[in-house]
């Protein structure tokens, strides 16, 4: 393998997704390193049944040195990931491609051109992932530097971001889940309304209470109900008992599991990068995603 071979490496099923769009977009296989996971296995299945431009899939725990070692092109989802900043650092590789894992994109833009600090949005930073943060940052600078960093993804950065991102050399290119429509089998009938389940209580940012009162009004005239990947057991089975919803577990990010609807649905969500990515793959069905803020939340913010 060269030094300019790509390398997929993905801590969630959104990134690997953006992966899947990557590889198409370029018409090229590209490996995989996939966290250890259920939802990331579930995920990598089923973009293999529809074709996804993958070659191998290894599954990891920890940093997969070896991988990317053997490789000089990554394709990561997480530049704030203390594993990437550590990894950057210690191997340097010569071209890094950021995939979207929510709308830190955003922020991530923000921190490369210098307006925010190297640590994740709304988290307080401490130990060797602040260590490392210069010297990742200094790895993708010099790479753009050279035309060898970039962002491919699902959110618009606004065109004084992206205006700015390009004078320091990076290249960014937006994609709309195009292959994610056009290779999506017929959804599952799941009604027209749509509750996209939220990991706020299992974070600490919202009572749980408060959550299953927003669930109540949500569903007051029926509804699906779409687990969060992030949601623990307890919080489904509260879930459960709220009238008039049904909870649909798939185990594929909402994404997948829509991208096939050929009649208007109306999904509600609390604030989350669904509000970007649903209305791309729904593009044409006549779809409706409403942002609906609960009460009394600890935090407001965006989630993943």
Do not use: C, K, N
Not at 26 to 40: D, K, M, N
Not at 184 to 196: D, F, T
Not at 261 to 271: F, I, K
């Amino acid at each position: 393998m060269g030094r300019e071979d790509a390398l997929a490496w993905v801590e969630s099923p959104l990134q690997l997704v953006g992966a899947a769009e990557w590889a198409d977009a370029h018409s090229t296989r590209v490996p995989v390193a996939g966290r250890l996971t259920p939802q990331i296995s579930a995920t990598a299945e089923a973009l293999l049944a529809r074709g996804a431009r993958f070659a191998d899939l290894e599954p990891y725990l920890g940093i997969p040195w070896s991988l990317l070692a053997r490789h000089g092109h990554w394709l990561v989802g997480d530049g704030f990931s203390g594993q990437f900043r550590l990894a950057a650092a210690v191997l340097r590789p010569r071209r890094v491609t950021f995939l979207d894992d929510g709308a830190h994109a955003v922020a991530y833009a923000d921190t490369l051109l210098g307006r925010r600090p190297y640590e994740r949005p709304a988290v307080r930073e401490r130990g060797l992932t602040t260590v490392v943060a210069p010297f990742a940052a200094e790895l993708v600078h010099r790479r753009a530097s050279a035309r060898r960093a970039g962002f491919f993804t699902a959110f618009d950065l606004g065109a004084a971001r992206v205006d700015a991102l390009a004078d320091q050399g990076f290249d960014v290119r937006r994609h709309d889940f195009s292959w994610t429509r056009a290779t999506a089998p017929a959804a599952p009938e799941l009604g027209r309304r749509i509750v996209l389940g939220s990991a706020l209580p299992v974070d600490g940012r919202m009572m749980l209470v408060d959550y299953l009162r927003w669930l109540r009004l949500a569903a007051a005239d029926g509804a699906v109900y779409l687990p969060h990947r992030r949601e623990t057991a307890e919080q489904l089975r509260a879930v459960a008992t709220v009238p008039g919803l049904r909870v649909h577990e798939t185990g594929l990010p909402v994404e997948l599991v829509l991208a096939g609807a050929r009649e208007p649905l109306e999904v509600l969500t609390l604030p989350s990068s669904t509000t970007t990515t649903l209305p791309l793959v729904l593009a044409g069905t006549g779809a409706v995603v409403r942002t609906v803020r609960a009460p009394r939340t600890r935090e407001q913010g965006v989630v993943a």
